[in-house]
């Protein structure tokens, strides 16, 4: 948790998602993959926070360079 989260974390609680009991590793952070149907990984971006995810122009981008 950091600053980055917070904000993340009150637009979440105004549409109404609470934090539950956490279950399994609370540390462990968000990565995004974009994998060939080969299951080659053509894109790995892995979170800096729990909030951080890439934009949809980012992934966007990764797609066309497949």
Known sequence: ???ATLPRGLQA????HFIERPVGDVMQLPGTFIIDRDGIVR??????H???H???SELIAALRGI
């Open 13 to 16: 609680a105004r549409k109404g």
């Open 43 to 48: 894109y790995a971006r892995y979170a800096r």
């Open 1 to 3: 948790m950091g600053p």
């Open 54 to 56: 890439p934009a949809a």
């Open 50 to 52: 729990s909030a951080d």
